[in-house]
């Protein structure tokens, strides 16, 4: 049976840490970065005729927008809860996540129509040219790789990793594709290289938009399993049932559950409600909870009154 130690329990807003306005400087960085580079993809596409490069700077292009709007997200779900909006800000890092995950998409889109046009209307290409613009975007998106990789932990800077790594797989594949130009002249490589980014992208995209919406639909956090939360707490001294258990995030870090415990009458309820509190803190790290105690006559559609059946009254 599980038993109480003394402990501080933190309250919703305990993810405000450190790490966190690292992780926000780093996006600022990553942010100038692509920014800088975008503008050397697109000259060196449109002076060179690679379409695979052009959309890799296409690509980079709307990373620049999408990592500023994750770099507001990151500030704005740091706002405090207010009188209109008591949980705060969280889930607007979320909507930013799927915002980039629908851009990536359209993007690629674009990407394959373009694609599928050079097929029958090869271009010309500057190999040169080409090859080194994209050795350039490699080691630049290979930068903000390694500054965002140890500080993707939500899905608003999760989708800012996705659109640096799309990048990094245009570079790559940009480079592939000036070097079988050069090796074998075949003219269909660049766009074939442009539909095989594209495809890696849309899947890393499709996947985020669906954690995304699995967020913004209230689905339980993916590491918690509602069920083996309600037997836990169904042990504990003086419990005799858990109903209406909920489990949910708002920005897809913090989760929240709020629950129904049915106790014994002889059980005090200050009692069970510290032990309820510290076992999801403790076992499952979910400090905001809420939950209502019930004796077990509680009846919920009488408002607290006994559950006694009776007689239907004659006039």
């Given at each position: ?11 919703l ?6 790490a966190h306005d690292?992780?926000?400087?780093r ?5 100038l ?11 060196g596409?449109?002076l ?10 296409g690509?980079?292009a709307?990373d ?7 770099v ?7 706002r ?9 800000y ?7 996540a799927l915002?980039?995950g629908?851009?990536?998409?359209a ?16 271009r010309p290409?500057d190999v040169?040219l ?26 608003n800077?999760?989708?800012?990793l996705l ?8 570079s790559i594949?940009?480079l592939?594709?000036?070097g ?9 490589v660049d ?6 980014i ?9 996947r ?15 590491h ?9 707490l ?6 005799v049932d858990?109903h ?6 708002l ?6 559950l709020?629950?129904h ?8 309820p ?9 076992l ?7 400090v905001?909870v ?21 007689e239907?009254?004659?006039?």
């Amino acid at each position: 049976m599980y038993e109480a130690r003394p402990a501080r329990v933190p309250g919703l807003l305990g993810f405000r840490t450190v790490a966190h306005d690292h992780a926000q400087r780093r996006l600022v960085l990553v942010l100038l970065l692509t920014v800088a580079y975008t503008i050397a993809e697109v000259v060196g596409g449109l002076l060179s005729g690679s379409l695979a490069l052009l959309a890799d700077a296409g690509h980079m292009a709307t990373d620049d927008l999408a990592l500023g709007l994750a770099v507001f997200a990151a500030w704005a779900a740091r706002r405090p809860p207010d009188a209109g909006r008591t949980y705060g800000y969280q889930r607007v890092e979320i909507l930013a996540a799927l915002a980039n995950g629908v851009l990536l998409v359209a993007v690629c889109a674009l990407i394959v129509r373009e694609a599928i046009a050079r097929f029958s209307d090869p271009r010309p290409i500057d190999v040169g040219l080409m090859a080194g613009i994209a050795t350039g975007g490699l080691l630049v998106n290979l930068v903000a790789a390694r500054l965002l990789h140890r500080h993707a932990e939500g899905l608003n800077q999760r989708a800012a990793l996705l659109h640096v790594l799309g990048d990094l797989l245009g570079s790559i594949g940009t480079l592939a594709a000036a070097g079988a130009l050069v090796a074998f002249g075949w003219p269909w490589v660049d766009p074939v290289a442009s539909l095989v980014i594209a495809a890696i992208i849309v899947f890393g995209s499709g996947r985020l938009i669906f954690q995304s919406i699995h967020v913004l639909l209230e689905g339980a956090p993916k590491h918690l399993d509602a069920e083996e939360i309600g037997r836990a707490l169904r042990t504990l001294a003086g419990v005799v049932d858990v109903h209406d258990l909920h489990l949910w995030s708002l920005g897809g870090r913090v989760p929240l559950l709020t629950a129904h415990l049915v106790v014994e009458h002889a059980a005090r309820p200050h009692d069970v409600l510290r032990l309820a509190r510290r076992l999801m803190a403790e076992r499952f790290e979910i400090v905001h909870v809420t939950i209502q105690i019930e004796p077990p006559d509680y009846n919920i559609r009488g408002l607290g009154a006994p559950s006694v059946d009776r007689e239907p009254s004659t006039p």
